[in-house]
């Protein structure tokens, strides 16, 4: 695609509910990375992919979260048992690799967890 | 580990005035690259400009410009002849292999009319 693309644009949902979101890296692309952007903070790594693997998930914050990516393409970030500090932007990034160094950025989930 | 502090939360300039806003980091990384992303209302975070640490010469982008002092690690950004599409979050960010990328908390600017 022309960009990356994120789904659904704003989710509200009620605690304990499990949620996914989606990240349609730009066509090519095989470095895939999520972050969160909570009120007033700046980006909090979550996880990185290089194709399908990813080798550093230690900024997951809990056993909550999880997230995979298939073909080489679209990434799934979950939530399960959704908590009101879960409430953030979740931004999605690609770059064509991982050393190119230049990210690219979706529009972003605002999740709500109420 | 990497940090980047950026120590301006709010700023403001008037349309067509000049402004810089402040990022310092710390790395003990010879080879790294620094960035300054512009996060509109929109949520769309839009790369601003880069910088290489190897290359001495400062980044520069139309109106936006950088002053990398490498031994003093900061990474300011210059903004020339404000407009008012200007108005942003902005967020500096460091990176050294490409596996992630460290942001700070951001500097909200205000363009004023």
């Known amino acids: 695609g022309a960009g990356v693309s994120q789904s659904p644009s704003n989710k509200v949902t009620e605690k304990g509910k499990d949620v996914e979101l989606r990240c349609d890296p730009i066509?090519?692309?095989?470095?895939l990375y999520w972050y969160r952007q909570s009120l007033g903070q700046g980006l909090e790594f979550l996880i990185y992919?290089?194709?399908?693997?990813?080798?550093?998930k230690s900024g997951l914050p809990s056993d909550r979260f999880s997230a995979e990516r298939t073909g080489g393409s679209v990434s799934t970030l979950t939530i399960q048992r959704t908590q009101q500090e879960d409430s953030a932007v979740y931004l999605c990034?690609?770059?064509?690799?991982?050393?190119?160094?230049?990210?690219?950025f979706g529009q972003g989930t605002r999740l709500t967890v109420v | 580990a990497q940090t980047v502090t950026q120590s301006q939360p709010e700023m403001s300039v008037q349309e067509a005035e000049t402004v810089t806003l402040s990022c310092t980091y710390d790395?003990?990384?010879?080879?790294?690259?620094l960035f300054w992303y512009k996060q509109p209302p929109s949520r769309q975070m839009i790369l601003v400009i880069r910088?290489?640490?190897?290359?001495?010469q400062n980044a520069t982008e139309n109106r936006f410009s950088v002053n990398f002092q490498k031994a003093a690690k900061s990474f300011s950004l210059k903004i020339s002849d404000s407009q008012l599409g200007d108005t942003a979050m902005y967020f500096c960010?460091?990176?050294?292999?490409?596996?992630?990328?460290?942001f700070g908390t951001g500097t909200s600017l205000t363009v004023i009319p």
């Open positions: 066509s090519g692309h095989t470095a």
């Open positions: 960010a460091f990176t050294n292999t490409g596996n992630q990328f460290y």
């Open positions: 790395t003990s990384e010879n080879n790294y690259y």
């Open positions: 990034a690609s770059s064509l690799t991982v050393m190119n160094t230049e990210a690219f």
């Open positions: 992919f290089q194709g399908n693997s990813a080798p550093d």
């Open positions: 910088q290489e640490a190897y290359k001495q």
